[in-house]
């Protein structure tokens, strides 16, 4: 983790005094400030309420910040015109908590959408989305539709949905939370592969056996403030 501060698209998003508050109530996020070079590797920890998704949230502009900066591929996202949000918006993949996948469409066709908005060919797309399907486990169930899914195979076809067009970003909220821990550290090894390529990583988790496992930098929360992260237990 990076807390110096710089200017320009050298960091793929960087937090300035960032705050957060619901309605009339506290803040939930705190002087946030940080900043996430290309290409690293990060875990988001912290106790339950600690802030984790709310500072997702902020990170995918599916919140606005209260106070502070936050930049995202060097742009001011406050300042950012409304008609360039949605390409902005596409460089980032995301593992929602809840999935939000299309009840109504194949797990295939809910993985293929980010390469369809993007207009890669049929032929592509019939080749790659398998490919992925398969390697989360699902090669059965590329026709099923989300609601014969189990949660663990709604967060997999999720998770192929936020890496399938390598994003620069990729934010995931407890993306392991459904899973054994096999597959668990199978999905970690899948985030890591796209993290060679190229693609900037945040996982909220929970999961101390992964925190031990893979030794990333970690950002860590407590009471809406990022602190120093604790040792792990047992470390
Ligand atoms: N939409 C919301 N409206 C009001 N309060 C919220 C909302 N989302 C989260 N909070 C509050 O913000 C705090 C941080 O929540 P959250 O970001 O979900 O933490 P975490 O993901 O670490 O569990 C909690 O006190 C939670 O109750
Ligand atoms: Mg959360």
């Given amino acids: 983790m990076s807390r110096k501060l710089s200017t320009g698209p050298e960091h793929v998003i960087r937090f300035e005094s960032v705050g957060l508050r619901y309605g009339q109530r506290p803040e939930v996020l705190e002087d946030i400030t940080f900043a996430l070079k290309p ?8 106790a ?3 802030g ?3 500072l997702l949230r902020l990170m995918y502009l599916g919140q606005r910040p209260t106070r502070g900066l936050v930049t995202l591929f060097g742009q001011d996202v406050a300042t950012v015109p409304r008609d360039k949000l949605p390409a902005l918006r596409r460089r980032v993949g995301v593992v929602f ?3 939000h996948l299309l009840d109504h469409m194949s797990a ?4 293929a959408l980010p390469l369809r908005v993007s207009g890669v060919s049929e032929a592509e797309i019939k080749k790659h989305v398998p490919e992925l399907l398969s390697w989360v486990g699902l090669a059965d169930h590329l026709n099923a539709k989300p609601p014969v899914l189990s949660g663990g195979q709604k967060q997999r076809v999720a998770i192929a949905r936020a890496v399938i067009a390598r994003p620069d970003l990729l934010l995931a909220d407890e993306p392991t939370g459904n899973v054994d821990d096999s597959l668990a550290t199978r999905l970690i090894y899948l985030f890591e592969e796209l993290n060679k390529l190229g693609t900037t990583v945040v996982i909220a988790t929970h999961n101390e056996g992964l925190l031990r496992n893979f ?3 970690r950002l860590h929360l407590e009471r809406g403030r990022l602190i120093d ?4 237990k047992g470390a």
């Fill in 52 to 54: 984790k998704s709310s």
């Fill in 229 to 232: 992260p604790p040792p792990l």
């Fill in 39 to 46: 290409g690293s590797f990060h875990f988001l920890t912290g």
């Fill in 108 to 111: 295939m066709d809910n993985v």
């Fill in 97 to 99: 908590q809840d999935f």
């Fill in 215 to 217: 030794p990333h930098s």
């Fill in 48 to 50: 339950s309420g600690a």
